[in-house]
């Protein structure tokens, strides 16, 4: 049992870091609990967020082997896999893999734009969403994921490139006159 500098509470010895700075003393431990600990540290962060940012590229620096290791191993566990693709679609989308896994079915395990299954693709289907909104969209090909993001996720631009494909160069000097009026009308505003 040790008291926390900080806290003053008494705790047992798991609740308290080793002390590496006192190598020869079998057993140090550190003066602050490990609670306090990470109080003081995420201050720090908070406070100095370049010298935390700084530091930590130095830690990858020094230790990129060992880190890209971990990594790796971890990936290869399904349990970690399953785990870290979850915590990524909850962080980037705000959704589970049982939603990401309702969204294929409604889909019927295909692309919603091109149709190709998810079985036949090299890759899982992408999760689209709007940017502006953070909304889940559904589930798309690596192509057609890209092609909505090249094509800047405008319904307008689509409907004209879709046009354009349908009747070729006829079109072209219709669609390039509805886009400058288009732009006039977005400046009179």
Do not use: W
């Not at 047992?12 to 600990?37: M, Q, T, V, W």
């Not at 620096?61 to 990594?71: A, G, S, V, W």
């Not at 889909?107 to 909304?135: F, M, Y």
């Not at 046009?163 to 072209?172: F, K, N």
């Amino acid at each position: 049992m040790k008291q926390c500098i900080k806290c003053q509470e008494t705790k047992p010895n798991e609740e308290f870091y080793a002390d590496k700075s006192k190598r020869s003393i079998h057993g140090a431990l550190r003066g602050r609990c490990k609670k306090c600990h990470y109080e003081q540290s995420r201050d720090c962060i908070k406070r100095h967020p370049e010298v935390a940012a700084s530091r930590a590229r130095e830690f990858y620096r020094k230790n990129k082997d060992k880190i890209n290791l971990r990594r790796a191993l971890r990936l290869k566990d399904p349990k970690q896999k399953s785990h870290i693709t979850s915590l990524i679609f909850q962080r980037l989308y705000g959704i589970t893999i049982e939603k990401r896994t309702e969204i294929l079915v409604r889909q019927n395990g295909r692309c919603a734009i091109c149709l190709a299954p998810e079985s036949e693709l090299k890759q899982p289907l992408n999760i689209d969403h709007c940017h502006a909104s953070k909304k889940v969209r559904g589930l798309l090909c690596y192509n057609c994921n890209r092609a909505l993001g090249l094509l800047r996720d405008s319904s307008d631009v689509c409907k004209r490139a879709a046009l354009y494909l349908a009747c070729g160069a006829d079109i072209t000097d219709t669609l390039v006159g509805q886009a400058e009026d288009a732009a006039d009308a977005r400046e009179d505003r």
